[in-house]
C-alpha cells in the first residue's frame, strides 16, 4: 500500500478509491478526505496536480495506520479472497470483516496465456501457501468471483492442472464460495495494480520473541556470555548482540538445557506444521534460526521419546535375513549354541533355565 503507484487514468485512481472504500468504516472522515479525489472522477476532470497527490498521499498513510489493520484470531474462521486479473492475481486474507494482509503477485507468462479458470485456481492455490501459517489446522472459507470454482471438491478433475492444484490443498480444511465481482473490490483491486508484484499491509507478530527475552533475562549462564561478548567480542568469535541478545552466526542462540529449546522442540516436530518430521529435518528447520550446544543430540533424544511416532512410523532399519540351516558337525562337541530361558515362575530359588545345545 506504501508503494502504490500515482494513478495516471481514471480507471487506476477508481480502482485505487474502490479498495480504500471498500474499508472506508475503518477511516475516520473518509468522504472528506477523498473529496479532491472523488472530484476527479467527473467527466473530463482527471488533472493530477498537489491537492490530489496530498490526499493520495494522506489516504494511504491512514490506510496503513490501526485500526485499519487486525490481528489474528485463531479461534475464528479466516476468509481467503481471491481474484486474477490478466496478468496480476490479488488476494486479502479477512477475518470479523476486518483485513489481516493483502497479497498481490503478477502472473509468469505461461499464466498469463492460460485461460481464466486456470489463473483463478492458481490464484487459490498461492494464497494457501502464501498464508499456510494461519490456514493450517484451521476452517476456513474461500471467496472467488469465478463461478465454476466453487464446485471444485465435487467436480471430476480431467486436466493436468487441476490435479496439480489440487495436490497442493490436500490437508486443508476449507470450503469454496462464490462472490461476484462487483462485491470483490479489494482483490479486484490488488489483482489490477500496474507495476506492483507485492502489497503488504501487516505482518504477523509473534510473542515467541517477548518470551525468549524475558526468559534470557532470567538466566545467569545467558546474562553471564551476553556480558564476556559485550566486553571482549574478540574472545568469542561468531558471537554477536543484538537488541540485547546472543546471536551465534546469524542465528540465536540459546544455553543448554534452556526451558524455551523445549518449545521449539514442540513447534517444529509436534504441530502440524512440524508434521512429526525426523531427526535431520527437524534438526535442519530448527538451525535456521536456532542454535544452542548439543542441539543434535537433544532432537534425536526428543523424536525417540515421542509417543505418536513410536506408535505410527514404521521401522526404517533395513529387515534382519532369513534363518539359514547350520552344516551339520563331523563329531560331537565342535559346534554348540546356548541360550537363556527368562522370566520362569521360581522353582527352588530360580527362575531361568541355560540351554546348550551339541549341533
Not at 476532470?45 to 496503513?64: E, G, P, R
Not at 497479497?103 to 501457501?129: D, G, N
Not at 500496474?194 to 503488504?200: I, K, N, R
Not at 534452556?258 to 529435518?281: A, Q
Request: with cysteine.
Amino acid at each position: 500500500m506504501i508503494d502504490w503507484p500515482t494513478p495516471i487514468t481514471p480507471s487506476d485512481l477508481r480502482s485505487f478509491l474502490g479498495l480504500t472504500g471498500f474499508y472506508r468504516k475503518f477511516i475516520r472522515n473518509y468522504d472528506a478526505t477523498t473529496a479532491p479525489l472523488m472530484a476527479l472522477l467527473c467527466k473530463d476532470s482527471f488533472v493530477w496536480n498537489f491537492a490530489a497527490q496530498t490526499t493520495f498521499q494522506q489516504l494511504k498513510t491512514l490506510m496503513t495506520q490501526a485500526p485499519i489493520l487486525a490481528s489474528p484470531d485463531f479461534t475464528m474462521p479466516f476468509i481467503l479472497e481471491t481474484d486474477a486479473s490478466g496478468t496480476t492475481i490479488g488476494v486479502v486474507l479477512i477475518q470479523k470483516s476486518c483485513p489481516i494482509a493483502f497479497f498481490s503477485k503478477q502472473l509468469c507468462p505461461r499464466l498469463q496465456r492460460a485461460s481464466t479458470y486456470v489463473c483463478e485456481l492458481h490464484a487459490i492455490t498461492t494464497a494457501v501457501r502464501k498464508w499456510r501459517h494461519y490456514l493450517l489446522g484451521h476452517s476456513f472459507v474461500i471467496m472467488t468471483d469465478h463461478r465454476s470454482l466453487k464446485e471444485l471438491m465435487s467436480q471430476v478433475i480431467q486436466t493436468p492442472e487441476q490435479q496439480h492444484c489440487m495436490a497442493k490443498l490436500l490437508g486443508y480444511d476449507y470450503t469454496i464460495q462464490y462472490k461476484p465481482g462487483a462485491h470483490n473490490v479489494v482483490v479486484d483491486a490488488l489483482s489490477r495494480v500496474p507495476t506492483s508484484s507485492l502489497l503488504l499491509l501487516f505482518v504477523p507478530h509473534t510473542l515467541f520473541m517477548e518470551q525468549f527475552q524475558q526468559t534470557c533475562l532470567q538466566d545467569t549462564t545467558y546474562q553471564a556470555l551476553l556480558q564476556q561478548v559485550l566486553r571482549s567480542p574478540a574472545d568469542h568469535p561468531g558471537f554477536t548482540v543484538k537488541q540485547n541478545m546472543l546471536i551465534f552466526h546469524d542465528k540465536l542462540w540459546l544455553p543448554l538445557g534452556h526451558i524455551l529449546s523445549k518449545v521449539l522442540l514442540d513447534e517444529f516436530h509436534l504441530t502440524p506444521i512440524g508434521g512429526h518430521m525426523g531427526v535431520e529435518k527437524t534438526l535442519h528447520r530448527i538451525q535456521q534460526h536456532f542454535y544452542w550446544p548439543k542441539m543434535r543430540q537433544d532432537i534425536r533424544h526428543y523424536i525417540a521419546e515421542c509417543v505418536t511416532c513410536q506408535q505410527i512410523k514404521l521401522e526404517t532399519r533395513k529387515p534382519i535375513g532369513l534363518l539359514q540351516l547350520l552344516p551339520i558337525s563331523s563329531s560331537v562337541w565342535v559346534d554348540l549354541s546356548m541360550d537363556f530361558i527368562t522370566g520362569l515362575p521360581t522353582s527352588q530359588g530360580y527362575n531361568t533355565i541355560m540351554v546348550v545345545v551339541d549341533c
